[in-house]
């Protein structure tokens, strides 16, 4: 049974820089689909972004194309969400989550089997 675990989250000003972690804890991240989840205020919950070892990253949100970036980091057996230039829009709780190793991830919450809590992350100044 994988859980997963975050942390990196905050508060940062506008312009500035983030990292995300999320620990994977009773099974190894290597073989799994990764993505990262956001909730904003009184909003849905929205897929961000996301990445297969096959197919590679897919970015669901526009606004965070060359700003966020999704990797993992299997000597700590975490993945990561590295957020630059970060604005206002960006402020909401992150959920990381993984799921089975499809061709191409998925932006469908149901594709994902294991969940973190969430970490909230503030951009204001």
């Known amino acids: 049974q994988l859980q997963l675990v975050e942390s990196g989250g905050g508060s940062v000003q506008p312009g500035g820089s983030l990292r995300l972690s999320c620990e994977g804890i009773g099974s190894s991240l290597e073989e799994y689909n990764i993505g990262w989840f956001r909730q904003a205020p009184g909003k849905v919950r929205e897929a961000v972004l996301c990445?297969?070892?096959?197919?590679?990253?897919?970015y669901y949100v526009n606004s965070v194309k060359g700003r966020f970036n999704i990797s993992k980091d299997l000597t700590k057996n975490s993945m990561l969400l590295q957020i630059t230039s970060a604005e206002p829009e960006d402020t909401a709780v992150y959920y990381c989550?993984?799921?089975?190793?499809?061709?191409?991830?998925?932006?469908?919450?149901?594709?994902?089997?294991?969940w973190g809590l969430g970490t909230p992350v503030t951009v204001s100044s």
């Open positions: 989550a993984a799921g089975p190793p499809f061709h191409r991830c998925s932006n469908y919450y149901g594709r994902y089997d294991y």
């Open positions: 990445m297969s070892e096959s197919y590679g990253s897919i």
